[in-house]
């Protein structure tokens, strides 16, 4: 009776990847209770707090009873107020129908890819990218086919690269612009080519807009806003980033109705709905003041600059001035350095909690990823221990 038993888990489980920024935000958090300073540059979460405007909305919400469920797809004055948004940001027409509320972004990543790629079906996918991406597509049993993101495009995708993985097979395309991880941003141009490459072909694009308010040069566009891509256009948007929500878990897909309907599905089957008063307090981020957006959005821009300036100093190290998101990706090919080896060797000899680039897929080798949702001083030091590293090291 005592009889120890195998744990015998599916076979789709050994096709999941992981998000190693939370791996190696576990192993920094080891380090510091050693007593180690550690300045944390690995994770992908603003600094600052979330705005008092919308904590007080959340606050009020739970005294007034919204403690309860709500519809799947989410209550209908968020709906509605994504609706109007996205309508005038996007220069579209939305309605609420076409809009599920979620916990956070990812699943949206989740169901979209569920509900579309069937086994033996092909989803491109931007690479280096959020790892997410490849490991939904391989979870489903589809086949994930990666797109080369190029620093020498600044790290844009080429469309006529785009062009020649398209096939009858293709159920999916992702973008991601600003980028994670490289702060890459796609032209109007890049989505236009994009829109006339997929053709009238019966492909859906899953546009993931996350970081759609952190963009330091020039404007934000968005594929859903090119003409006939709307219907086949799913994007994703949210709250953790832009408003510094990311513990509160809520985010958005806006698509065709009959496609949200069966999203909505899969929110009742996994989560039921989201929080009824996270969702109150989304509606007054959408509707009050944007004054913090803009603050941080500022904020983000002069660390970057900190930042790349500082890297390029550093020997071994070289990188582009990302236009958009928080984060910095420095080609690290003449230090003579792998990225996981570079990146365990910041962590561990200089006190700097940096991501491998292949963290984010084979076409990282060669970079790292640094979050500049830190302090300018916290940079500064982290620069400063780099460099100190790559002098003695390299």
Known sequence: MNKAHELRLAKRMARLGTETAFEVLVKARALEAKGRDIVHLEIGEPD?????????AAT???????????PSCGLPQLQEAIAQYVSETRRINVTPEEVVVVPGGKPIIFFS???????????????PGFPIYESMINYVGAKAVPIRLREEMDFRLDVGE?????????????????????????????????????????VMVLSDEIYSRLVFEGEHHSIMSVAGMKERCILLDGFSKTYAMTGWRMGYGVMRADLAAHIGRLMTNSNSCTASFTQ?????????????????????????????????KI?????????????VFPNITKTGWRSKKLADALLDDAGVAALSGTAFGDFGEGYLRFSVANSIENIEKALDRVGAWANKNL
């Open 113 to 127: 890819i569920l509900a579309l790629a069937d086994e033996g079906d092909e989803v491109i996918y931007p690479n």
């Open 280 to 312: 109150v307090a989304g509606v007054e981020a959408l509707r009050g003041s944007q004054e913090s957006v803009e603050s941080m959005c500022a904020e983000f821009r002069k660390r970057r600059d900190v930042m790349v300036a500082g890297l390029n």
């Open 60 to 70: 009020d919400a739970l005294h007034k009873g919204f403690t309860h469920y709500g």
């Open 315 to 327: 020997k071994g190290f070289s990188c582009r001035l990302p236009k958009g998101a928080f984060y």
């Open 162 to 202: 785009l062009t020649a993985l398209i096939n009858d097979r293709t159920k999916l395309i992702i973008l991601n612009s600003p980028q994670n991880p490289t702060g890459g941003v796609l032209t109007k141009m890049d989505l236009d080519g994009i829109a006339r490459a997929i053709g009238n072909r019966n």
């Open 48 to 56: 600052f707090d979330t705005p008092r405007n919308i904590i007080d």
